[in-house]
């Protein structure tokens, strides 16, 4: 099995936490090339134009990182990052959920509109120009201020996102938080003590190293 | 259980298929309210403002309609409809994914950008104005062109996304097409056949009438 990575990138990230969390080795193929785009390479042998994806020995290749990670999961169930039962699995599916639509996604919106290198590639995955929005900016910024507020309530006096065991949860809303602290200098708010203090604490982990 | 539904929207009616296609009843309560708005009830009751969301028994709610539609498929695994085996279940949750953030995110941007109701309200989940952003009608309707030639390619001559089997891939690619079709006058292209087929014979299955 090999993955494809774009460094710097939150969704591969995603699954090269939870690869070390796990303790399984494979090996990364970096898609990167210059003017911060995918490789000519890796965009004309995958039709998805995204990273991560998977390839298998047979060549099969698994996108969409929870996809990644789930596939990953029932080949190596321990430790479990995906929840201990059916309603445990739920919270963690729920809250995950949360973080990539409303963490990653804000933190992409806001960085996809605003970085002279993305002129016309507003989303990701397609070859045609899509125009940079400067509105979403500023919203990617409010939605992101929402995220910190919301998910501090959640963590409250918790160690993780969903209660007492880390998850995929806290690896997706810590790849968001990190993104956008870096490529957009967002910061997490004083009044979201919570949340400081859970960012600190999943950063001081050996997968959240790149 | 109960689950919380808002007549007309695309991601409650994901679990209402798949609650009939498992053969499961349950209690279903309209949170729909005059103004084309959640209900005071239901708003006051769920931080996260959204539908669906399932209550058990116990009064624990779960939101997001992967999760729930998880959690109902670990209590009643036949038919399956998440995979049948840890491949197959890649390609499931890796469909449906893009199916969600391609086809119900497209539909969803286009709908809530342009329909004079929801003025102020240009994303789902927040108690404050979210302005709505002209330039996503029309980047929503191109991104509707992009999820049909993009599964037209996928389905091919298969029956489903995945293949063989109807799984929530297909659910989710359906629920987006048809909430398109009926509020923003979106049309299926010509040059997709295959993905016209695959949309005439899910529409003709029990699950799809509401």
Same mark, same amino acid.
């Given at each position: 099995?090999? $993955?494809?990575?774009?460094? *710097?990138?939150? /969704?591969?990230?995603?699954?090269?936490?939870? %690869?070390?969390?796990?303790?399984?080795?494979?090996?990364?193929?970096?898609?990167?090339?210059?003017?911060?785009? $995918?490789?000519?390479?890796? %965009?004309? +042998?995958?039709?998805?134009?995204?990273?991560?994806?998977?390839?298998? #020995?047979?060549?099969?290749?698994?996108?969409? =990182?929870? &996809?990644?990670?789930?596939?990953?999961?029932?080949?190596?169930?321990?430790?479990?990052?995906?929840?201990?039962?059916?309603?445990?699995?739920?919270?963690?599916?729920?809250?995950?959920?949360?973080?990539?639509?409303?963490?990653?996604? &804000?933190? *992409?919106?806001?960085?996809? /509109?605003?970085?002279?290198?993305?002129?016309?590639?507003?989303?990701?995955?397609?070859?045609?120009?899509?125009?940079?929005?400067?509105?979403?900016?500023?919203?990617?910024?409010?939605?992101?201020?929402?995220?910190?507020?919301?998910? #501090?309530?959640?963590?409250?006096? +918790?160690?993780?996102?969903?209660?007492? /065991?880390?998850?995929?949860? #806290?690896?997706? =809303?810590?790849?968001?938080?990190?993104? =956008?602290?870096?490529? +957009?200098?967002?910061?997490?708010?004083?009044?979201? &003590? /919570?949340?400081?203090?859970?960012?600190?604490?999943?950063? =001081?982990?050996?997968?959240?190293?790149?």
């Amino acid at each position: 099995m090999k $993955l494809y990575d774009w460094q *710097g990138a939150p /969704n591969p990230r995603r699954v090269l936490m939870f %690869l070390k969390e796990k303790g399984i080795e494979l090996e990364v193929i970096e898609t990167g090339a210059e003017g911060a785009r $995918l490789s000519e390479d890796f %965009l004309a +042998s995958d039709g998805q134009r995204t990273v991560p994806a998977l390839e298998l #020995d047979d060549g099969t290749r698994i996108g969409e =990182a929870m &996809a990644i990670c789930r596939y990953l999961e029932t080949l190596h169930p321990e430790p479990s990052l995906m929840g201990t039962d059916a309603l445990d699995s739920a919270k963690v599916d729920m809250w995950e959920r949360r973080a990539d639509v409303e963490g990653v996604g &804000a933190a *992409g919106e806001l960085f996809r /509109n605003s970085h002279p290198a993305f002129d016309g590639r507003g989303l990701p995955g397609q070859a045609e120009r899509i125009e940079q929005i400067p509105e979403l900016v500023e919203r990617g910024r409010a939605r992101m201020g929402w995220f910190f507020e919301k998910f #501090d309530a959640q963590i409250g006096d +918790s160690p993780f996102v969903t209660g007492e /065991n880390f998850t995929v949860a #806290d690896i997706t =809303a810590f790849c968001a938080t990190d993104f =956008a602290r870096k490529v +957009s200098k967002v910061q997490i708010p004083d009044a979201c &003590a /919570n949340f400081a203090r859970w960012y600190e604490s999943v950063r =001081a982990r050996a997968s959240a190293k790149r």
